[in-house]
């Protein structure tokens, strides 16, 4: 979607949305492509066996199969249908279904737990779902309970009361045409990541696929290039995994990699990335600092030619890690499930400074406001905030107006995170609104003071939050998971305050330093500072060594 440029300011300046008013997801990523040439769409490495190779035309003749049988049994437009899949050849063709007939898809993380699914099938009164056996076990002890849901289609055979999705599809017919939506009619409802409270389900039209493009091609450097080929370990389940990768490559006629990875294995990622020679990668900053844990990462070898990191800080160390690892700069970027992909680095265009998110992708009108809605002087920190109308930007939550309304101020979506915007235009982040400390009279945003934790030898993960203190207001606190063969003594949690206040500042360095087994993360790997703050401001949870 971006056009040819030198420069960044050129591409802003020649950059025009071309959004059609009739648009459907499944036209745009499958049928256009299914040409009879036999073109890839997915690459499917199983635990056994060669890569499966999946067709742009497969793909139409099944995901159209599968939109027989969903609507012979009676789904139809407007309709919610949960993916309970993991990452595989599955989930895209169940997507592709969905769309095809003006439904709306439901992505559910295949890890989640029965009270996580029976929470969003509820509240999103799905009628249907299509899983396999191991999202069946789950949904058993909740199904009886969720009214609505009339239809379990199994990718791995029929159970009682449950249809076997292969066999119904074998016996439908192929040649369901997509449904011509509108651009602006809904095409899935994605929860968000639950960081700072429940999950919302976001509710997002076809043409948010055509809002994301730019937000790809930027940290994707200027994706496609011929030979591509893209991989995440996220899930397809969120919207980094499926609006970051899966759906933009399809759209450009582009082969993603799909992987099942029940668990990220990092020295399983950097085999992965070399065997099957992946050019493009989503890399979320927790799957990095997993990676970064992996010594002599060079003898593993790569084909990667851009890779994109977001949905947490980054940080300067990772950037640093990144270049000696792959010898490519990370392209971080920024969105939110509401609204994504708005923020980005595009290397090749212009000089990424360490800790810093990027400059605003073109079409996206983004600034930082005070809390009277005005922008500060440069450099004052405020709330980022995107105008509408934008493309990419959500149709409001499910069934919750007034969670829409408080998201909006006249024309800005305000994001509810904290960040600045450099005199060069980049914007850096500083915390989710909740997330930023105040101490000692200093607004202190938590991902400055990891950055500088990790580069502790004996840091493996770190997260920084303030609790409550008589003197400062709150205090700056450390959550420390040490490297392996690092012992959590009083010692090493001396040694490192000292390392932080003497490489930041004295007002910034932890006066608590805790250590953990593991840190609280989201399903989709964000570590969740609020209930970091709940056990250990209620003095539960690891105690200072
Ligand atoms: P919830 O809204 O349910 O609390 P969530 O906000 O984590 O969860 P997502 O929409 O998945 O759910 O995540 C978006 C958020 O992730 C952003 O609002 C921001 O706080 C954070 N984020 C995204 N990109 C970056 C980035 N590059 N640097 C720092 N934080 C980021
Ligand atoms: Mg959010």
């Not at 490495?45 to 009676?74: C, M, W, Y």
């Not at 999202?135 to 009339?150: F, N, Q, S, T």
């Not at 997002?204 to 809002?211: D, E, T």
């Not at 914007?427 to 945003?445: C, E, K, L």
Request: net charge negative; glycine share 12%.
């Amino acid at each position: 979607m971006l056009p040819a440029a030198e420069s960044y300011e050129e591409l802003v300046a020649r950059f025009r949305w071309r959004i059609p008013p009739a648009f459907n997801i499944a036209e745009a990523c499958c049928d256009r492509w299914a040409d009879g040439s036999g073109r890839v769409a997915v690459v499917h490495v199983r635990p056994n066996g060669p890569p499966e190779r999946i067709t742009f035309d497969a793909l139409r003749s099944s995901s159209a199969r599968v939109a027989h049988v969903l609507k012979a049994q009676g789904v139809g437009r407007g309709d919610r249908v949960a993916v309970l899949l993991a990452q595989g050849p599955e989930a895209a063709i169940a997507h592709l279904a969905i769309y095809r007939i003006g439904a709306i898809a439901v992505p559910l993380f295949q890890l989640f737990g029965p009270d996580a699914l029976e929470f969003r099938l509820r509240d999103c009164g799905a009628c249907a779902v299509v899983t396999d056996d191991v999202g069946l076990a789950k949904l058993d002890g909740v199904r009886d309970r969720l009214g609505d849901l009339r239809v379990i289609l199994n990718a791995d055979g029929a159970r009682p009361g449950v249809l076997s999705l292969w066999e119904e599809a074998g016996r439908a017919r192929d040649d369901v045409p997509p449904l011509a939506t509108a651009a602006d009619d809904p095409a899935l409802i994605i929860y968000t990541s639950g960081t700072t409270g429940s999950p919302k389900g976001a509710l997002l039209a076809h043409r948010v696929l055509l809002g994301h493009l730019p937000g790809v091609e930027m940290p994707q450097e200027l994706f496609p290039h011929p030979g591509d080929l893209f991989w995440t370990p996220a899930d397809w389940a969120w919207i980094g995994g499926l609006l970051d990768v899966l759906l933009p490559s399809l759209y450009h006629g582009v082969p993603v990699l799909a992987h099942r990875m029940a668990k990220f294995d990092p020295e399983y990622a950097f085999r992965l990335l070399a065997a099957h020679g992946v050019r493009n990668a989503f890399l979320p900053p927790t799957a990095l600092r997993m990676m970064r844990q992996v010594a002599e990462p060079g003898r593993f070898g790569h084909h990667l030619r851009s890779i994109g990191s977001g949905g947490e800080t980054l940080g300067a160390e990772a950037l640093e890690w990144g270049r000696s690892a792959f010898g490519l700069t990370i392209n971080e970027f920024y969105g939110q499930t509401e609204c994504n992909l708005i923020i980005a680095n595009c290397a090749g265009l212009m000089p990424v400074r360490p800790g810093s998110m990027g400059r605003a992708v073109p079409g996206h009108h983004v600034a930082i406001l005070d809390a009277a809605g005005r922008p500060p002087a440069a450099g004052e920190p405020g709330v980022i905030a995107v105008r509408r109308p934008d493309p990419v930007m959500f149709l409001g939550y499910w069934n919750n107006p007034e969670a829409t309304a408080a998201k909006f101020s006249g024309d800005w979506l305000l994001t509810g995170d904290t960040g600045v915007q450099e005199e060069d235009g980049s914007f850096r982040f500083i915390g989710r609104a909740d997330d930023v400390i105040t101490s000692g009279g200093y607004r202190i945003g938590p991902g400055e003071v990891e950055d500088c934790l990790m580069r502790h030898p004996s840091v493996a993960m770190a997260a920084v939050i303030g609790l409550p203190d008589a003197l400062r207001t709150e205090a700056v606190t450390a959550v420390i998971v040490p490297a392996p063969g690092a012992a959590p003594t009083p010692a090493l949690a001396e040694e490192i305050r000292g390392f932080v206040r003497q490489r930041l500042a004295a007002h910034l360095y932890p006066r608590r330093v805790v250590f953990a087994e593991t840190l609280p993360m989201t399903a989709t790997g964000k570590v969740m500072r609020g209930t970091l703050r709940q056990t250990l401001g209620s003095g539960a949870g690891p105690a200072d060594p």
